[in-house]
Nanobody, 123 residues
Framework: QIELVESGGELVQFGGSLRLSCVAS????????MSWYRQAPGKQRELVAR???????KYSESVKGRFTISRDNMKRAVYLQMSNLKPEDTAAYYC?????????????????WGQGTQVTVSS
């Protein structure tokens, strides 16, 4: 069973910084794209940042220049460094990753979500 576990969310003041971590466990052959999403109360879940398997990255316009996504394939981890935090960044942050697993008859693909970690920015 493949799992993603996030950590690092907490209460932080306006303008502060946080680093979120997400570690994958289980049996798989390849981790493809790794992403961070967030969902604020009453809003839809939105993509924050993505680290693609070709090492390219993508950010939402609202976090460009403030957040940085990185990954460590040896540690099976993806990170989100958040700086200059604003109250509108308050949300549950979710890690998401695509995995490739070699099965008996071919390759299987899995899209896995973590349980989320809460980030709250006070004004």
């Amino acid at each position: 069973q493949i799992e993603l576990v996030e950590s690092g969310g907490e209460l932080v003041q306006f303008g502060g910084s946080l680093r979120l971590s997400c570690v994958a466990s289980g049996t798989f052959d390849v981790i493809n794209d790794m992403s961070w999403y967030r969902q604020a109360p009453g809003k839809q879940r939105e993509l924050v940042a993505r680290f693609n398997s070709d090492n390219s990255t993508k950010y939402s316009e609202s976090v460009k220049g403030r957040f940085t996504i990185s990954r460590d394939n040896m540690k099976r981890a993806v990170y989100l460094q958040m700086s200059n935090l604003k109250p509108e960044d308050t949300a549950a942050y979710y890690c998401n990753a695509d995995f490739t697993v070699k099965g008996l008859t071919g390759w299987d693909f899995y899209d896995i979500w973590g349980q989320g970690t809460q980030v709250t920015v006070s004004s």
